[in-house]
Each structure stands twice: as structure tokens, then as C-alpha cells.
């Protein structure tokens, strides 16, 4: 009887150990949201300009090997060097632990296969450490992008903002204008994160 009763209490106890473990990770852990932008790319296009889009990487490892974990893509800006990209990512961030990310940027050559990175034109990557970002002056880090094959690839930015829990509030926005010009016409929501900083958060369809 007393046998059972110990074997009871040291999985109980184990139990409460776990819990407090993991009740203390979760009290270390932020969710960053982060988002992309590109300056001064290489034009790649003979008769446009870049067509820019960007995969992101979380770098694990699987024993001593380590591995790429996709976390997804931003959406392509068509003929354009300086691009800034709507689609953003929300990332855990653990003040305790190291996480590495690699970002590959590359120019889309051909649109029917979008998701053959061979069949693309490839401008350069880097990998970074979260904690740079959430150090970095204005939660933004700039980096020259990196590929030994050409001398300027462009500088990456990469900005991070802490995410709080939603308070589920809708806004309706009702736009108008006199669109004169011709041509495809599309409109861009910005988002402002300081007096003098904006990231876009919407494009609409054109």
C-alpha cells in the first residue's frame, strides 16, 4: 500500500514540476511579429524591374544536422527595388533561448511556377538571430543581403512588433477618389509605428 501511495506522490510531483516548468517558459515567451523589406536591389529584369518576394526560414536542428523549417513567403511586388511587403509573420520569442532564421530573397522569373525556386532568380539570404531584432534600435534590423556571386544585393530590413492579445475591434474603412489614371489602380494601407515609420498591412486586389 505504501508502495502505491509513493509512486502516486512522485507522479504527482513530477507533474507539478512539469507545470511550473512550463507555466515559467510561457511567462519568458513574446509573440514578435515580423515583416520585410528590400532597398537597392540588383535590377534582374532586362525590360522591367526586379520582381522581389521573400521565403522565411526558422534553422532547427535534428541531432547534430541542421535543418530548414519554412515558415512561409510574402507576396511578390512586380517591378519594383525597393519593395515593401505586406505579408508578415508571428514568431514565438523565448528570452531564454537562441532561435536562428534565414531569409532567401529572389526574383520571380517565372510565374507559372512560383513554388520552383530553381526556376526563379536567386538574390541573396540572411540569417539572423531573433534577438537582434527585438534589440535593435526601433525593434528594425538592416542588413546587406548576401550572395558571393554578385557584389550589391540589396539591404534587407527586417522589423519586429510585439503582439498583445486582440480585443477582437472592427474597423470599416470606406475609401473614395477620382481615379483618373489609367491602368491597373490598387491602394496600400499603412500602418504607423512611430512618428516617422510606417509598414504596410493591406493591398488590395487590383
Known amino acids: 500500500m505504501s508502495g502505491n501511495l ?18 515559467h517558459k510561457a511567462s519568458l515567451k513574446q509573440v514578435i511579429q515580423l515583416s520585410f523589406s528590400l532597398e537597392n536591389l540588383p535590377n534582374l529584369d532586362t525590360f522591367s524591374k526586379t520582381d522581389a518576394f521573400i521565403i522565411l526560414y526558422e534553422m532547427k536542428k535534428q541531432g547534430t544536422r541542421p535543418i530548414k523549417m519554412r515558415l512561409g513567403r510574402t507576396e511578390c511586388i512586380y517591378d519594383n527595388l525597393n519593395p515593401h511587403f505586406v505579408t508578415s509573420f508571428n514568431v514565438d520569442f523565448y528570452f531564454e533561448e537562441q532561435q536562428t532564421f534565414l531569409i532567401e530573397a529572389y526574383d520571380m522569373d517565372n510565374a507559372d511556377c512560383p513554388e520552383n525556386l530553381g526556376a526563379q532568380e536567386y538574390i541573396g539570404n540572411y540569417e539572423f538571430q531573433l534577438h537582434q531584432v527585438v534589440t535593435s ?7 546587406p543581403l548576401v550572395n558571393p556571386a554578385r557584389k550589391n544585393n540589396g539591404i534587407l530590413k527586417i522589423t519586429g512588433e510585439e503582439q498583445k492579445l486582440a480585443d477582437n475591434q472592427t474597423v470599416l474603412l470606406k475609401m ?22 510606417y509598414k504596410p498591412v493591406f493591398k488590395s486586389e487590383i
Open 137 to 143: 534600435r526601433d525593434q528594425t534590423l538592416v542588413s
Open 176 to 197: 473614395k477618389g477620382d481615379m483618373k489614371q489609367s491602368g491597373p489602380l490598387f491602394f496600400i494601407i499603412w500602418k504607423q509605428l512611430s512618428p516617422s515609420k
Open 6 to 23: 509513493t509512486d502516486i506522490d512522485d507522479a504527482a510531483l513530477q507533474a507539478i514540476k512539469n507545470g511550473i516548468g512550463d507555466a
